[in-house]
């Protein structure tokens, strides 16, 4: 049975990290981008920009799932007998490239009288959404690019690429806005960007792996109907475990008013980073897992373990660190300290520390293909999500909602746990047990000053909160270092900071 050797998790590792790393730097660049944006287009401008990346966003969702097919197929090297299934995706991304871009044109136009907008705005608004039907198609395309650099586990490779592209873009719409162009030049130089990532990275692709070279066949029908399937099984299964949020949004506003929305969107907004951080570093995990398809049975109890002790050892100490500091960070953040926010953004906490134990087992059964499993318990999450919600929500507020995604996750980690130990036979005490190995003494010795000290913040006082927050990483990874780590993660320590 194959298993995952020391040089392979230190892989792993380092891979969970860049890839992290990636969508941490895209967010903040992010932000730096909106007061540009704001402040360079006027609220006006602003909204008119929004609603043409709503529009890309909604449309270039979805993609029947065709990532993971790609991933799933190449599960880390390319074989000469899935070349022409990779190359056909590309041809499958064009396509739901022209539709969803379409689709944005048409939506932009339909929708420009119904915005709201001045007379000088809405004149431009048809164009706007056009540039940006433009970049909605390039949007796909480079998806391709991403996929199949996953596949291959190129992780640094598609992290600098998304690095470099967000920062061009800030960089250019800055110099766009201080020549005192407007809308049109900015959805226009945004549609320049998106050209030049996807054909870039095409060429990239060509270069390294010829046998990617774009062509036009005709592949037939059985070689794409196992993997069509289980891309839109896939592609299901994560929209519905999407809905979660909207849902509870929705529920708030509906059985509270929409003023409870503010403190549950507050008391959300770090959690959903950390959850976001959790599955980010979980996908690297997901060509290793799709070799059960290649070369026969996983070594299912140590991919288990490997996965959910990385995920212990990155994600737990911020979400248990967020429980703790949260009055301070709240009132440092808001100003105010409002007691709904903060029970919430508690719950969410816990929340992500109890979502630790669900990404392994999910690419587990996408690796395998076994779709239909993590379907049925997205189903059932959300449902007992909005169960909750609907009982919870007439009683306390807007923390009935977070108390609802609580329970929750509880409920998909326990079914998941549950089909994998019965179909694998796996016995996952002692798994869990040897995941979680000394960590409980470094959260300890990390977590503890923190407790106490964010107790003398009584104001708004950045500072002091990032003074706290790098004491604890410090006394974390001292201990992590001394008492905690196992032998490769300290080879990983040692690359990551420097040492080797």
Not at 293 to 313: H, N, P
Not at 403 to 418: F, K, N, P
Request: with cysteine; charged share 10%; hydrophobic share 60%.
């Amino acid at each position: 049975m194959p298993t995952i050797d020391s040089n392979e998790r230190i892989r792993l590792m380092r891979d969970g990290t860049v890839h992290a790393s990636g969508l941490v730097l895209s967010s903040v660049a992010g932000l730096l981008l909106v007061p540009i944006m704001v402040r360079g287009l006027g609220a006006e401008g602003y909204g008119l920009w929004m609603a043409s990346v709503a529009a890309i966003s909604i449309f270039g969702a979805f993609d029947l799932g065709v990532r993971l097919i790609i991933v799933r197929d190449l599960a880390g090297e390319l074989r000469a007998e899935r070349a022409p299934l990779i190359r056909t995706m590309l041809w499958l991304y064009v396509t739901l490239g022209l539709i969803a871009g379409s689709l944005v044109a048409l939506a932009g136009m339909a929708a420009a009288k119904r915005l709201h907008l001045s007379p000088e705005a809405q004149s431009v608004a048809p164009m706007v959404f056009l540039f940006s039907a433009g970049s909605c198609f390039f949007d796909q395309v480079f998806m391709y690019v991403m996929a199949v650099w996953s596949g291959l586990r190129r992780f640094s490779l598609l992290n600098t690429y998304s690095v470099a592209a967000s920062i061009i873009r800030i960089a250019s719409f800055w110099f766009v806005l201080a020549a005192g162009r407007g809308i049109l030049t900015i959805a226009a130089v945004n549609l320049g960007i998106a050209a030049a990532c996807a054909i870039s990275g095409l060429m990239l692709i060509v270069a390294a792996v010829p046998e990617l070279r774009p062509r036009f066949e005709m592949p037939r029908w059985e070689s794409l109907r196992e993997p069509l399937g289980f891309g839109v099984l896939s592609q299901a299964a994560t929209s519905i475990a999407s809905l979660q949020m909207p849902i509870s949004t929705l529920l708030i506003s509906v059985i509270n008013g929409a003023a409870s929305v503010t403190p549950f969107t507050v008391g959300q907004k770090f959690p959903n980073l950390l959850s976001g951080l959790t599955w980010r570093t979980s996908e690297v995990f997901f060509p290793v897992a799709s070799r059960q398809r290649v070369s026969g049975e996983l070594d299912a109890e140590q991919f288990l373990q490997t996965i959910t002790r990385w995920l212990m050892l990155a994600i737990l100490p911020g979400a248990l660190g967020l429980f703790l500091i949260a009055p301070a960070l709240l009132r440092t953040w808001m100003g105010t300290l409002d007691p709904a926010a903060l029970a919430i953004l508690r719950l969410a906490s816990l929340s992500v520390a109890v979502e630790i134990l669900i990404p392994g087992v999910i690419q587990l059964f996408w690796g395998a293909g076994q779709t239909g499993v993590v379907l049925m318990v997205n189903f059932a999450t959300v449902f007992a999500d909005v169960l909750l919600a609907v009982i919870l929500l007439p009683r306390i507020g807007p923390v009935g909602a977070a108390w609802a995604t609580l329970g929750s996750t509880a409920v998909a980690a326990i079914l998941l746990l549950v089909f994998v130990s019965k179909g694998r036979r796996l016995h996952l005490l002692p798994v869990l047990l040897g995941t979680a190995r000394r960590i409980l003494a470094a959260l300890l010795l990390a977590l503890v000053p923190v407790f106490f000290l964010q107790r003398m913040i009584a104001a708004r006082n950045w500072p002091a909160v990032m003074g706290i927050v790098i004491l604890s990483a410090v006394l974390y990874f001292a201990t992590l270092w001394r008492y905690t780590a196992s032998d490769d993660e300290k080879a990983f320590l040692t690359k990551i900071f420097g040492g080797g």
